[in-house]
């Protein structure tokens, strides 16, 4: 054992090859002091376990190719690119929609120079940074003004905290939901210093059960998109034409919070009967609130639309300065925003778009390419067969929605499939699939046409395991 310990290399040496083969340039030479320093001790443990036992595994180049994995491993960043092949389309955990590439590469330029972020090109003056998306999103929509802040929870605080401050807002019971993070509507009422009336029934709430709640203290009335669960048999609740045209007899706004948001109408095929923004606009609503990276495909970001009058008041609350965006997420918002000018486009190029509305023949031919290729390639580690099965929208959008799919099911020879889950969750990148049937399914649905080789890579990384 003592003859073992004395082959293992020198810190210096060690670090002095790592230069010569131009290795980890970029990372301070304190790191890789460190790193080679805890892969020697790894090294010694083993030797004292018994797992190194002749000088031939100490060899100096197998070594030195050890040492160089074990310091990229442990140098990768805490945050890290993942392939999502569980079929949720807008995935909560795993960064919500994809930016389309033109929303990319807006971003990047906005990083590599100077910008007009709140500077106005007409006058040479101070500009607004709302502006820069306003106008397109009122085009869009039909708002009569609008302005955005970093997330839809920050957006129906600052509405509520500008028009309802220590005044009322009548919401329906069965509207008062809590979404992923705990965050629930009546929490946010409370911390926007409004009071929460609420009215009707869990299941049902009639037109006269709001009118009956008015009085000198109301301030607005606010309808919320149960966009994470559905009420189903004995239900009713008021339509938001009714609401406005009672807000319009009493003076009151109505604001409405339809979470995900959605500027799209999809095809019939889906079956998606999300409501949009536009329709709510329509409905002469005071303000609306909604999020930028959910069913919208783009950005993290709270976009707020309504009546010029509402929205100004908005704009002037000091709390908005605590909310705003930054100009990368300006950047691709205004990018993502502008491929809806054309539904055809935008259903082509914004991956949120495309992932939902993909037809279940085109997944099934991409689910039997990606099993033929695994097959190829870890065919001896896995049985591998096709199978049907379901997507889910996610992001709080058409819970009871199926999407029909095609599922490319692993079945481990050596483990189990939960196994397989968990060594998954080690290999460079990640992968995230889902479990049935007692087999690792992948959906080809939230797999874009360039991981595909990268998911087969990523199955001959778990075969060296097995």
Not at 173 to 183: A, D, N
Not at 261 to 268: I, K, Q, S, V
Not at 372 to 380: E, H, M, S, W
Request: overall charge neutral.
């Amino acid at each position: 054992m003592q003859e073992l310990f004395r082959n293992i290399p020198s810190v210096d040496v060690l670090l002095k090859a790592l230069q010569e083969r131009g290795e980890f340039r970029d990372f301070p030479r304190t790191v890789q002091k460190e790193l080679v320093n805890k892969f020697l001790d790894v090294c010694r443990g083993r030797i004292k376990k018994g797992e190194i036992t002749s000088r031939e595994q100490l060899d100096f180049e197998s070594l030195l190719s050890e040492l160089s994995d074990y310091i990229s491993w442990h140098c990768k960043p805490n945050f890290r690119k993942v392939i999502n092949a569980t079929g949720v389309v807008v995935h909560t955990n795993l960064g919500r929609s994809i930016l389309p590439d033109a929303a990319i590469h807006a971003a990047a330029k906005a990083c590599e120079g100077y910008s007009n972020l709140e500077f106005s090109l007409e006058t040479g003056q101070r500009g607004s940074r709302y502006s820069l998306v306003e106008d397109l999103l009122c085009e869009l929509t039909g708002a009569e003004a609008g302005l955005v802040v970093n997330n839809n929870a920050g957006a129906v605080l600052l509405m509520l905290d500008t028009l309802a401050s220590n005044l009322e807002v009548i919401v329906s019971r069965g509207q008062l939901v809590e979404i992923g993070g705990s965050f629930r509507i009546p929490e946010v009422m409370q911390k926007s210093g409004a009071k929460l009336v609420e009215v009707g029934a869990t299941n049902r709430t009639h037109l006269y059960d709001y009118e009956n709640a008015i009085g000198t203290d109301t301030a607005a009335i606010l309808k919320a998109h149960t966009s994470n669960f559905a009420i189903v048999g004995f239900h009713k609740e008021v339509e938001l034409k009714d609401l406005v045209g009672l807000g319009n007899r009493y003076d009151l706004p109505v604001m409405e919070d339809l979470g995900s948001g959605n500027l799209f109408r999809f095809p019939d095929y889906t079956k998606m009967e999300e409501p949009t923004v536009q329709d709510a606009i329509k409905s002469g609503v005071s303000v609306v609130t909604f999020s930028g990276d959910k069913l919208l495909g783009g950005p993290q970001a709270g976009i707020i639309l309504g009546k010029k009058r509402y929205i100004d008041r908005i704009k002037k609350n000091p709390l908005n300065r605590a909310l705003r965006i930054d100009k990368m997420t300006l950047a691709s918002l205004e990018a993502t925003l502008s491929l809806y000018k054309d539904r055809d486009l935008a259903m082509e190029k914004i991956p949120t778009l495309n992932m939902i509305t993909a037809r279940p023949e085109a997944l099934g031919r991409k689910a039997s390419r990606l099993a033929a290729k695994l097959r190829q390639a870890v065919g001896d580690c896995f049985e591998i067969s096709t199978m049907s099965g379901t997507s889910r929208v996610g992001g709080g959008a058409s819970p009871e929605l199926d999407l029909p799919t095609r599922l490319v099911a692993l079945k481990p020879i050596q483990v189990g499939p939960d196994k397989l889950k968990d060594y998954l969750l080690q290999t460079d990148p990640p992968l995230v699939g889902r479990v049935e049937e007692d087999r690792f399914c992948l959906d080809p649905r939230t797999l874009n046409r360039n991981e595909i080789s990268t998911v087969v890579d990523v199955f001959e990384q778990v075969a060296r395991m097995l």
